[in-house]
């Protein structure tokens, strides 16, 4: 009778795949931090109804939200080079576009991502912020930044926290699909090691074991940091919350 599943490949396979976690881990951080940044900016602005750009900012976020990641990665993936070689045509300058690194590609097709996602939620927290608690620090003398910074901001954190976690675990997730950008991380390393042996199945469970570890792992860090950020809860706060999660669905 064949063997139809080895438990010996998935082990060695795990640790073969294993080694380009760091290059999944890489692209995770820059994309997230990238992604909150640009999600920030954009929550602001969403605040301020600023006219031609809240349209055009809804236009992004939703063309983001409704469109695949692979397919907004392989956008990225050709669409640059093409804007790199126009700008090089409009302005007399050299490019080196093939010396762009496959890494920049993805980085920034995943922080876009991130950012229409994060942007939504970070504008939500900001607006459940508990107005009498700006009103006190106003009435205590704080500035307007040390308002935002000691009031707003750790407030907003922690309402936005939980949120923000899941769509961090998605981004891990959807690296996955760098490969499209011919970015060798776990999933591209996990069908590299496959195609030695054609044991697919092997390598697709260990590859589900390791995300499903980082996932585990995240969900842990993101519940003890919100444990260690959370304030007892107001009713007035208990609304907002609940408010704010009705918001982001």
């Known amino acids: 009778m064949p063997n139809l ?17 760091p290059v999944t881990l890489k692209l995770t951080a820059y994309a997230m931090v990238l992604g909150l940044l640009l999600g920030f900016i954009l929550a602001v602005i969403r605040m301020k109804r600023i006219p031609v750009l809240r349209q055009l900012l809804s236009f992004f976020i939703s063309f983001i939200r409704g469109t695949p990641v692979i397919i907004q990665l392989y956008v990225t993936y050709f669409g640059i080079p093409i804007l790199l070689k126009y700008i090089s045509l409009w302005y007399n300058v050299e490019i080196q576009v093939a010396s762009i690194p496959p890494i920049i590609y993805a980085v920034v097709a995943l922080a876009f991502n991130q950012s229409a996602m994060n942007a939504v939620t970070i504008q939500a927290a900001l607006e459940a912020v508990n107005k009498g608690e700006i009103e006190a620090a106003t009435t205590l003398g704080f500035s307007p930044v040390q308002t935002l910074f000691k009031v707003i901001v750790p407030e907003a954190v922690e309402l936005a926290l939980p949120s923000l976690g899941n769509t961090l675990i998605g981004l891990v997730k959807g690296t996955s699909l760098a490969f499209s950008c011919a970015i060798i991380e776990m999933t591209a390393q996990g069908k590299i090691v496959a195609s030695r042996n054609y044991r697919y199945f092997e390598a697709y ?7 499903w570890l980082i996932t585990i792992l995240l969900e842990v860090i993101i519940a003890f940091i919100l444990k260690k950020i959370s304030v007892p809860d107001s009713p007035e706060g208990t609304r907002k919350k609940l408010s704010l999660r009705r918001k982001q669905g």
């Open 5 to 21: 599943f080895d438990v010996s490949v998935v082990w060695s396979d795990f640790f073969a795949i294993l080694k380009y976690l």
């Open 205 to 211: 469970v260990a590859l589900a074991i390791i995300y």
